[in-house]
């Protein structure tokens, strides 16, 4: 009487009663509805924090410009001092080597002088052991004084010569 095919018509239909009645297709539409929102949710965030990250990075780049920017003036800055301090120990060596050069030239004439002052005494003492020598040899007063004049024209001489030199 009812062949296969009848049946599996009735099953069917049956089935789609079923689950019309159990409200099935209401509930995997809400299941589904539900699953959108989550991902448009996740969408929405990922978003957000894609935004958020971008601001991130632009203010980390900001950043690190800032600290180039910052290390550069640190580094002119430092050149600039660095020059000043080479420039000022140039000037204090200078002033230093003028001084010195001072000093030794002051030592010098003051060596000269006294190398002046000591070959005057040393000729002055020859003159006088000289004058003396002859004095002490020579009886004849005539040929002392004539010595005498000399002698002491001669020292004279000398010691005009040291006093101009």
């Known amino acids: 009487?009812?062949?296969a095919t009848f049946w599996v018509a009735i099953s069917f239909v049956t089935f789609c009663l079923i689950?019309?009645?159990k409200k099935i297709?209401?509930?995997?539409?809400k299941l589904l509805d539900d699953k959108i929102n989550e991902i448009k949710s996740e969408i929405e965030n990922t978003k957000n924090l894609k935004i958020e990250s971008e601001l991130l990075l632009k203010k980390y780049?900001?950043?690190i410009q800032d600290?180039?920017?910052e290390s550069?003036?640190?580094l002119a800055l430092e050149k600039k001092?660095?020059?000043n301090f080479i420039k000022e120990s140039e000037n204090k060596f200078e002033q230093l080597m003028v001084h010195k050069k001072k000093s030794l030239e002051q030592k010098l004439v003051q060596m000269k002088n006294k190398a002046m002052k000591d070959i005057q005494y040393i000729s002055n003492k020859i003159a006088l052991e000289t004058v003396k020598k002859v004095i002490l040899d020579t009886s004849n007063l005539d040929k002392i004084k004539i010595i005498n004049k000399k002698n002491i024209e001669k020292t004279l001489n000398q010691l005009k010569q040291a006093k101009i030199s």
Do not use: Q
């Not at 297709?25 to 539409?29: K, L, M, Q, W």
């Open 19 to 21: 689950l019309i009645y």
């Open 72 to 74: 550069k003036n640190i």
């Open 25 to 29: 297709p209401h509930t995997i539409n």
């Open 67 to 69: 600290a180039h920017l």
């Open 61 to 63: 780049k900001d950043k």
């Open 1 to 3: 009487m009812f062949d």
């Open 81 to 83: 001092e660095t020059e």
